[in-house]
């Protein structure tokens, strides 16, 4: 015969199996959701590593090209005085020199306008 105690025992069996079985439903869920979320970080993983390594070509070569306009721009520098330099050179070497012939033949114009216009009234 089959007492009280072991129909509660096969009842309490019973309720562990459906409790077991209605928590794992959502633990294999939960295994599927992880697995799902490891290849999605795999496949980004995947696309972006490229990516990456053509940022790192890129930022080499712009500095490649950063250096040469580095060079570019001193050398420019030294031309701009180097052209400095040398109108400087210019101005004080003949500057003075030309403006005193300019008012000496500023001068001599006028005084032979000058005596011409004294000529005319004659």
Not at 72 to 95: P, R
Not at 101 to 111: E, I, K, P, S, W
Request: glycine share 6%; no cysteine; proline share 2%.
């Amino acid at each position: 015969m089959i007492t009280l105690g072991q129909v509660a025992g096969l009842i309490a069996a019973i309720a562990f199996v459906a409790l077991v079985a209605i928590l794992a439903l959502p633990v294999i869920r939960l295994g599927a959701v992880f697995k799902e979320a490891t290849r999605s970080v795999k496949e980004f993983t995947d696309h972006t590593v490229p990516i990456l390594d053509e940022a790192a070509t890129t930022v080499a070569e712009t500095n490649a090209q950063l250096e040469k306009v580095d060079t570019i721009t001193t050398a420019a520098a030294d031309v701009s005085q180097n052209v400095s330099a040398l109108t400087a050179l210019f101005a004080a070497t003949l500057g003075g020199p030309l403006i005193k012939l300019a008012a000496f033949t500023y001068g001599v114009r006028t005084t032979f306008s000058e005596r011409r216009g004294k000529r005319k009234g004659h």
